[in-house]
């Protein structure tokens, strides 16, 4: 049958079970027990083929995601969040509208509750031995073939819904990341810092180079924009005495979608006074580290055909040497670097010398980083809210954190010097080659920074690409639940739909 078959013949039985008196959509059904906790449970009690326990009864709610019906007897698959287990329904053991239901009205993907008996059949399958079904809600829309989940990329991510409840290694991820955000917050708190909470919504974008979705406040009249990272807020925290601070923002960048950058993410960002950029390193090592003894697998990982080693510590590498190892040129040599991007087909045209030396780095030494790698002492205009070397105000005190070619987190020495500050922003506003995604002016920050900040590193970690990396996910939009999605024209939409029909099963 069509999709639009089935569709009709669940809707027909939804109608007959109505007519039995019976919610399709069912009502509070308490007490259930997860479906792993049975199958443990079961395991541990050494039944015998063809045996009860002896006074052992559960109660389990879940997807049909089998159904075989054998006469006056039905073995069916019921599916949690964290297991399957069969269930036997004897027409001899029920009441006949629960067979009736059980037998002829319930279609794959339903969901219903079972209390029975826990033992084995024959064949030694541990099975729930019902002796009542309720019904708890009708699918109208039938699940994707055999269960195996969607196939369709696109489909998975637009209908994430179907993807969890047909796929379970999905929801395995998912556990996952909520596992690793839990272990790196449980570290934070360890380490003595305090989670805060930042505007989402903010008058003056800035703390990172990126282009701002814009909203409007209606009774304030005002501009706003969806906060591109939190950094200015939390080092006014700072000042005001909140000495080790940090937040799993939502951050908005109205930027390119690929396998690694989405227009939402979840930003980490931590601050801790009277450190610096080395402390930051340490504490990435241990969130790491502690999110993956939380998961398990080792500290060797394998992410698409690589293996990633996060043993720490992990190497310190020099932006200037790497440049010159892996490019052949040297940030101070514009001219060698200049010619380097004119190779790779750069266009500078309208970019700064600083911006043509990162452009030539991000092409041919960030692929490179393969190994957890931090990049240390970056050109100090790209830098503007970072301490200078004090022996070389060329040089920012900032790393970048790489993994298989991937940044997944930055940091900086913080700068606190306020005038200096103030003649980094005005720097960015001025001239015809600046960054348009850094030209913003924050008086208020500078005048916080008069107050006096302490000196401190800070640290931000990209969630999201964490999260890939230690899951060996292929693509962030795997990692987040429902990544934005361009909308579908009328002909494209169709035919997803008939990609769909041939998934779906009868």
């Not at 003595?192 to 701002?212: D, H, K, M, N, S």
């Not at 390119?256 to 993410?265: A, K, L, Q, V």
């Amino acid at each position: 049958m069509s999709i639009q078959q089935q569709v009709e013949d669940r809707i027909t039985k939804l109608e007959r079970i109505r007519e039995l008196g019976i919610d399709p959509y069912g009502q509070r059904f308490e007490n259930v027990e997860a479906i792993a906790e049975v199958r443990r449970d079961g395991e541990a009690r050494n039944i015998e083929p063809g045996q009860h326990a002896e006074g052992v009864r559960v109660r389990v709610a879940g997807r049909l995601v089998l159904y075989r019906p054998t006469g006056k007897l039905i073995f069916m698959q019921l599916r949690d969040s964290g297991g399957v287990i069969q269930v036997g329904v004897s027409k001899s053991a029920v009441t006949e509208q629960e067979f009736t239901l059980a037998a002829k009205l319930l279609n794959l993907g339903d969901m219903i509750g079972v209390d029975g008996v826990l033992g084995r059949t024959k064949t030694g399958e541990l099975t729930v031995w019902a002796d009542a079904v309720t019904m708890l809600c009708k699918a109208v829309q039938p699940p994707p073939e055999k269960w195996h989940g969607l196939k369709d990329i696109d489909l998975r991510y637009r209908r994430r819904y179907v993807d969890l409840f047909s796929n379970p290694a999905v929801q395995e991820t998912f556990k996952q990341r909520s596992a690793i955000i839990d272990s790196i917050r449980r570290c934070l708190v360890d380490h003595r810092f305090f989670e805060v909470e930042t505007p989402v919504l903010q008058p003056i974008y800035g703390g990172a180079a990126a282009r701002p979705f814009v909203t409007h406040h209606n009774t304030l009249d005002m501009k706003l924009f969806l906060r591109i990272s939190p950094e200015l807020y939390l080092k006014r925290l700072l000042v005001g005495g909140m000495e080790r601070v940090f937040e799993f923002s939502r951050v908005f960048r109205n930027e390119g979608i690929d396998t690694s950058h989405n227009p939402e993410f979840t930003l980490l960002e931590l601050y801790q006074a009277y450190g610096d950029y080395n402390d930051m390193m340490d504490i990435t090592e241990a969130m790491v580290s502690s999110a993956i003894e939380r998961i398990g697998g080792g500290y060797k990982r394998p992410f698409g055909d690589l293996m990633i080693d996060y043993t720490p510590p992990w190497p310190r590498r020099y932006y200037a040497d790497l440049l010159e190892e892996y490019a052949g040129v040297k940030p101070g040599d514009i001219a060698s670097v200049r010619a380097k991007a004119a190779e790779l087909g750069i266009d500078q045209s309208k970019l700064a010398d600083v911006i043509v030396i990162n452009e030539v780095f991000e092409a041919l030494v960030e692929p490179k980083l393969i190994q957890p790698t931090f990049v240390l002492d970056y050109p100090a205009p790209l830098c503007p809210l970072t301490r200078r070397k004090s022996d070389d105000p060329d040089i920012a005190l900032r790393f970048e954190a790489f993994v298989a070619g991937t940044e997944v987190g930055n940091a900086y020495t913080e700068l606190n010097d306020p005038r200096i500050q103030q003649e980094n922003f005005q720097q960015q506003l001025a001239g015809e080659k600046r960054d348009e995604t850094m030209a913003v002016m924050d008086e208020d920050f500078v005048r916080a920074l008069e107050y006096g900040m302490p000196p401190a590193g800070g640290l931000g970690i990209g969630v999201d690409r964490l999260v890939m990396l230690l899951t060996d996910s292929p693509s962030i939009r795997d990692v987040i639940l429902f990544p934005l999605q361009r909308p579908l024209s009328p002909a494209e939409a169709e035919a997803q739909d008939n990609e769909l029909d041939n998934e779906e099963s009868v």
